[in-house]
């Protein structure tokens, strides 16, 4: 393939970026010369990958994941690795080892997380398109707080193959831009089958979107809109599906009953997959130096006390706990049961609906530092999980401001159904443009 | 509710290690957490039911394998080849 | 019987290597011990952050073989699951393995006894899993202790199979594995030459009291010795009032003992889950188009039927798969014919000079070892020199030499019987008796060890090529009439 070079030298005031590539080749292809961004939990052939923690400083992988393989097919130029909340676990990208992404909107704001990085380099218009990853919300909330673009992929039609995993039966990658066309554009270029990846399914998306919504039927849930709602983000998203009739669309409201334990088992879930996939993690293959001059249980401690932030200490300790002896049957098989109720949910909803609308997150972006514990954390992601959990399609698209502050609307699809979901976030914003 | 002890037991069995500053706080929020977890002891059902995708198998193939210099490249310490560890007894 | 107070119940956990060409979750070659350390690994099987497995198809086909071989029952879904714990030779820190849904269950494998019948010993269950890396271990005291890893055998395809206690001594528990190693060798899913290739658990214990583990025994012979070791010591400890602890031991190949395992950890909580990056399998159906081979038992009923062996020859020859086409191979140009000797020579005779060669049977053609059956069925040679021709044979190939013909072997240092020869054997016997003396007397008053003293003699003389049946004969005669 021959190879050009574009020049990035971007203005980052806002740690966006964690390495930044200042003269990245690209081929020729549907993204050719585009700048994109790439959240630093994907893999990229020799190019530092960190994950946003001490424990990755310094590691090169010597491969690249599938998606970027396929963007680099696509003629894209690799811009640089963004800033993330430390192995994606955060919503505020505050739990970086290496400084927070400030929020382009309001620099004393967080951008949300984990894609923090990503979503910022694209509100700040660095990149056109960022890939990001969303595990309970990692791509949605960002986006939303940014006020820019961002789908969580339907489970499976993105490969994870190079995704440096937190929670395998949760995550995708997905495409993050200012327009829901770079992000159809994006997704088109990174969804299909991989057979590196055994949960990889076969199902390309080559889809160009479009804004005619006439007879569209949309759920309103009210779980949606409960107390924990912040009254002006639901009054801003209730203005924006109002639009959405205007265009055409019919509403009815709706009830996710399993949305009561949806945020247990989804922490449930990811603790226990994390607390497994990090323990790989003891400076013998990558990362820093075990000490070999110790035995290896003190020096496995060491490095992983000293190299892992608080709140990814605080998740092993958590999936350990629930795995271990005695425990599996009360957490992580039960959260299980839970993920099929809420599964079965939105097959039922989905019987008498095409899509279900709502705030992307309960409120606008946090200041820095002013979530300080934990469990009031984890209960904003109370929107965005129940997606991850069915495995089904979801977008968040900027639907107007509160306080000064982008609020976000959420679209959520059937399973295989991104198109749709692509297709009304894009009436709404072609509407509103 | 899990004692400091049992949190410092975790702490040891995924070999995380926890500072003595930090015990307190961490097991204040880790009950707080496992309180929340509780709402599962609420959950009915069926579980998994069955999905669409099984039998996802691979041919019998041999693909090239990294270099050695790349197995070893992130490697902090190595030796004729071998990557290096702490001793296991 | 074995005497109730002091019954021995041994259960074994055998792990083998599948034979495949490929890892079994990546494209790494498995042909890595001949090659340098970790030229054999990827991002899958060096786990490396963000890499995922991906299930080897032929794996699994070679694990139902063995699964419907030992008659098991495969399940309906079984699932990979993952055992997490630290350790630098595991480098995901977990081994995808099967748990509670593992590919196959129940089953069993029929052995000779020690009472010398047909026992059939019941199988829990077969799963398959990846072998972890190989750990060295390096330093001393003074230097500082350490590790080196090579991951060329991490993602090794491994079936392991448990078996319920149902074995008596260490003996039952050496058949029960080597009657494991041929069906496996049968079924061509296994290469039991290769170092390193099969590792067995065996746990052991004396009824009434507790059962002690002993882990990663490595050699065949190891298994017996350990069990052996280990009903020893423990028959000890109850006639001296001592209790058993319940406990892991390891098995120390050199001095022949076991050791308890003084790990700091007493009992792993391995936190067993589902592999989530693995999807579950639905393969029961696939057992109805699985052709299995003539499998050890069958084959020694024919070799029995076809071939008129007897019973422990059959069960030596089909023991071992090399073996048994090696038999069929010499016997082939002429079975009824060569098939009687070629038994003898082949299960007796041939096995013992490879053994004391520390030999093995690939370097041996098998037409040699036909024309050598052709000239003793032939009467050319006595078994004597028989003996001696293979002996030329093995030590010529040992040495790397050219191998002669037993033809030419027989040529050349003139072995040929002297049967017709009587003659020869006349004069031999002659002087055999005449240089000794004190024999003909001891015979005069009725010392029978005399005659075979004086066989040995002229056996001597005559370079035992003189026919056994005819000398004795001669030199009975001979013998009689210096009685007269």
């Given amino acids: 393939m021959p190879q050009q070079t574009i020049t990035f030298e971007p203005d980052d005031k806002y740690n966006a970026f964690l390495t930044v590539c200042n003269k990245p080749s690209h081929a020729s292809g549907k993204l050719a010369g585009v700048a994109v961004a790439v959240k630093d939990n994907i893999s990229t052939l020799g190019i530092e990958t960190t994950c946003a923690s001490k424990i990755l400083k310094g590691y090169i992988p010597p491969y690249d994941a599938h998606v970027v393989g396929l963007l680099k097919q696509a003629g894209a130029a690799i811009a640089g690795k963004t800033n993330m909340d430390e192995f994606g676990m955060g919503t505020t990208t505050e739990n970086s080892a290496f400084g927070p992404t400030l929020n382009p909107c309001d620099t004393g704001r967080v951008p949300g997380g984990s894609s923090g990085g990503s979503a910022a380099a694209v509100a700040a218009g660095m990149v056109k398109m960022a890939l990001g990853t969303d595990t309970g919300g990692s791509i949605r909330c960002p986006a939303a707080f940014c006020g820019i673009v961002g789908l969580k992929p339907t489970y499976g039609r993105v490969s994870r193959y190079g995704l440096i995993a937190y929670a395998n039966s949760l995550e995708q990658i997905g495409p993050m831009g200012k327009t829901v066309s770079d992000v159809s554009t994006l997704m088109s270029v990174i969804a299909g089958y991989d057979r590196h990846d055994s949960t990889s399914q076969n199902k390309p998306y080559d889809h160009i979107p479009r804004a005619d919504i006439k007879g569209l039927k949309i759920g309103i849930p009210k779980e949606y809109f409960g107390k924990g709602v912040d009254p002006q983000v639901a009054a801003v998203v209730k203005k924006a599906i109002g639009r959405l009739e205007e265009l055409g669309a019919s509403t009815v409201t709706c009830s996710i009953p399993s949305m009561e334990y949806a945020l247990a088992a989804y922490y449930v879930t990811c603790t226990c997959e994390a607390s497994s996939n990090l323990a790989r993690f003891d400076g013998v293959r990558y990362g820093p130096a075990a000490d070999t001059k110790k035995s290896w249980h003190d020096a496995f401690q060491e490095v992983r006390s000293t190299a892992f932030g608080t709140e990814v200490r605080r998740r092993i300790m958590l999936g350990t706990f629930a795995l271990s002896s005695g425990y599996y049957g009360k957490y992580y098989a039960k959260a299980q049961v839970a993920r099929e109720n809420v599964r079965a949910d939105f097959q039922r909803i989905f019987k008498d609906v095409d899509v279900i609308a709502g705030p992307t997150m309960p409120t606008i972006a946090f200041r820095l530092k002013e979530k300080s514990d934990p469990l009031s954390m984890y209960l904003a992601d109370i929107l965005t999980v129940p997606a991850n959990l069915a495995g089904v399609p979801a977008i968040s698209v900027p639907c107007g401001k509160s306080e000064g502050m982008p609020v976000g609307l959420q679209i959520i699809g059937r399973h295989f159904e991104d198109e749709r979901v692509v297709d009304v976030a894009y009436a709404y914003e072609q509407a509103v443009n | ?89 | 019987m074995a005497d109730e107070e002091t019954q021995v119940i041994v259960g074994l956990e055998v792990h083998c290597q599948l034979d495949t060409k490929s890892k079994l979750f990546c494209g790494c070659s498995t042909d890595y011990r001949s090659d340098g350390p970790n030229t054999h690994v990827c991002p899958i099987c060096l786990g490396l952050p963000g890499a995922m497995p991906a299930l080897n198809k032929r794996a699994i086909e070679y694990a139902m073989k063995v699964a419907k071989a030992l008659n098991c029952e495969i399940v309906n879904e079984s699932e990979f699951s993952r055992k997490n714990y630290f350790y630098p030779d595991l480098d995901k820190a977990y081994q995808i393995t099967q748990y509670d849904k593992p590919l196959a269950e129940g089953g069993y494998l029929e052995i000779e006894s020690d009472a010398g019948r047909e026992k059939k010993v019941r199988l829990t269950r077969i799963h398959v899993e990846e072998d972890p890396g190989r750990l060295v271990h390096m330093g001393n005291v003074e230097r500082g202790k350490y590790s080196l890893v090579d991951y060329n055998r991490a993602g090794i395809p491994l079936i392991e199979i448990v078996s319920e206690p149902d074995m008596r001594s260490p003996k039952e528990a050496r058949k029960f594995l080597n009657k494991l190693r041929a069906t496996l060798e049968y079924l061509s899913v296994f290469d039991s030459e290769k170092e390193g290739s099969l590792r067995v658990d065996a746990n052991i214990s004396i009824k009434g009291h507790e059962r002690v583990e002993v882990k990663n025994i490595t050699s065949y012979k190891g298994v017996e010795k350990a069990l052996t070791f280990e009903v020893t010591r423990q028959k000890n400890l109850i006639r001296r009032g001592q209790k058993i602890e319940r406990e892991t031991r390891h098995f120390l190949e050199g001095r022949g003992v076991t050791q308890s395992a003084r790990s700091k950890e007493q009992e792993h909580d391995y936190r067993y889950f589902p592999e989530p990056d693995l999807r579950p399998l639905r393969v029961k159906s696939w057992v109805d188009g699985i052709v299995l081979p003539e499998l050890p038992d069958a084959r020694r009923e024919r070799f029995m039927a076809q071939y008129g062996c007897s019973l422990n020859h059959a069960r030596t020859l089909t023991g071992d798969l090399k073996l048994a086409n090696f038999f069929e191979k010499v016997v082939a140009s002429d079975p009824k014919g060569l098939a009687p000797l070629a038994s003898t020579w082949i299960a007796d005779t041939l096995i013992g000079e490879l053994n004391y060669r520390d030999m093995g049977l690939d370097p041996v053609e098998p037409e040699s070892v036909a024309a050598l059956i052709r000239l003793l069925k032939a009467g050319t040679i006595t078994d004597k020199s028989g003996v001696e021709v293979l002996r030329v044979m093995l030590d010529q190939r040992l040495k790397n030499e050219k191998v002669e013909t037993p033809d030419a072997i027989v040529a050349r240092l003139g072995l040929t019987k002297t049967a017709g020869d009587t003659g020869v054997i006349a004069a031999a016997i002659e002087e055999a008796i005449r240089e000794n003396p004190k024999a003909l007397e001891d015979y005069k008053n009725g010392e029978g060890k005399a005659l075979n003293f004086l066989v040995g003699q002229v056996m001597k003389k005559t370079r035992g090529k003189a026919d056994p049946a005819e000398l004795n004969r001669m030199l009975t005669e001979a013998l009689k009439q210096k009685e007269a």
């Fill in chain 2, 1 to 89: 509710m899990v004692t400091e002890n049992d949190v410092q037991h975790i702490a040891e069995l995924a070999d995380v290690g926890i500072g003595k500053e930090e015990l307190g706080d961490f097991t204040h929020q880790f009950n707080a957490i496992l309180e929340y977890f509780d709402t599962l002891d609420r959950v009915e059902g069926q579980g998994a039911a069955a999905r669409d995708l099984y039998n996802v198998l691979r041919e019998d193939e041999v693909e090239p394998s990294l270099p050695q210099e790349e197995v070893l490249r992130n490697a902090p310490a190595q030796e004729d080849g071998f990557i290096k560890a702490p001793r296991v007894m």
